[in-house]
């Protein structure tokens, strides 16, 4: 609301009266969580084009349509999210480039055109052009997964979603969640190096995402008394605790305890195990991590 105008300036100056309650809720959760598998199966797939290009090239149309499907799941939560989903044309028709949801949408937009190319030429069965696309496609998913860590770390007052860390997260949730979906997926199109490959990444990804999460846990508070306030939801009994610890185990220790049994026991079904609860868990983690600031009175 205008509180006063000042005539010699014309400027306005408004009350910036914090917003009670989550504003961000399960919604934007599933558009991360989506985007994660969306791009990170690209990611995925161009890494086992060149390595393993005889049994991953099977894989061309069905990661197409996972990336396709999950993208467009994220555009359409991203959509009911928005307070004025039927302004949303408004975005590309009156574009302020300084907004990151504009730039942001421009990309995925875009993302979606290209994985579109790409499904068409999977089923055409062309695949030199296939590959010529998915170049850009990958070059484009890496701005794509990292707008969101950008959107967040413009949040004011929420100083746990700091830039560094969160655009590291996104990457690394791309990579676990692309490596988990194409595990799965793969089936027995891959072989076992290329199993293990996979793996690798799973879970060097989830050792690292790990790292961070603990990093903050434990470090966190030192840095600003909103982060201690913040980190106060999961540490000591907080009402978060039990989810956020549910999702740390899920998502990053036992898969990467699986997938070190997966490798001396050469069982493909804990590897397969592995990438259930990683996927599964991963919505858990971006649901805390989103939640936990947001409770925060900001007064």
């Known amino acids: 609301m205008a509180h006063e105008i000042l005539a010699a300036t014309n400027a306005v100056v408004t009350l910036d009266v914090g917003i009670p309650g989550i504003v961000w809720p399960w919604l934007v959760t599933v558009n991360m ?3 994660s598998i969306g791009t990170g199966a690209i990611f995925m797939l161009f890494i086992l084009l060149r390595m393993y290009p005889e049994q991953a090239g099977k894989l061309r149309l069905p990661t197409a349509l996972l990336a396709f499907v999950s993208i467009n799941i994220f555009l359409l939560f991203t959509l009911a999210d928005l307070h004025q989903p039927f302004r949303m044309w408004h975005i590309f028709v009156y574009s302020n480039w300084t907004s990151a949801i ?6 995925a937009s875009t993302f979606l055109g290209l994985l579109t190319l790409l499904a068409f030429f999977a089923y055409k069965k062309n ?3 296939f ?7 990958t070059i484009l998913a890496i701005p794509v997964t990292l707008y969101t860590a950008s959107l967040m770390a413009q949040c004011t007052a929420r100083e746990l979603w700091q830039m560094p860390a969160e655009s590291a ?3 690394l949730a791309a990579l676990l969640a692309g490596s988990a979906a194409m595990i799965l997926l793969g089936g027995n199109s891959l072989n076992d190096e290329a199993k293990r490959t996979l793996g690798v ?13 603990m990093s903050e846990y434990i470090f966190g508070p030192m840095k600003a008394e909103e982060i201690a306030a913040t980190i106060g939801y999961i540490k000591s009994g907080g009402e978060w605790s039990v989810a956020f610890w549910i999702g740390q185990w899920m998502t990053y220790i036992l898969p990467m305890l699986f997938i070190v049994l997966s490798r001396t026991s050469n069982s493909d079904s804990i590897l397969k195990l592995a990438a259930i609860l990683a996927l599964v868990g991963l919505a858990i983690v971006k649901h805390v991590w989103l939640v936990i600031p947001q409770l925060l009175p900001m007064s």
């Open 33 to 35: 969580w989506a985007k």
């Open 102 to 107: 504009a730039i942001g949408s421009f990309m």
């Open 127 to 129: 695949y030199e052009t």
């Open 131 to 137: 590959d010529k696309v998915l170049l850009w496609t």
């Open 169 to 171: 997260q996104m990457i």
């Open 201 to 213: 990444i799973l879970g060097l990804s989830a050792l690292m995402a790990f790292i961070i999460y």
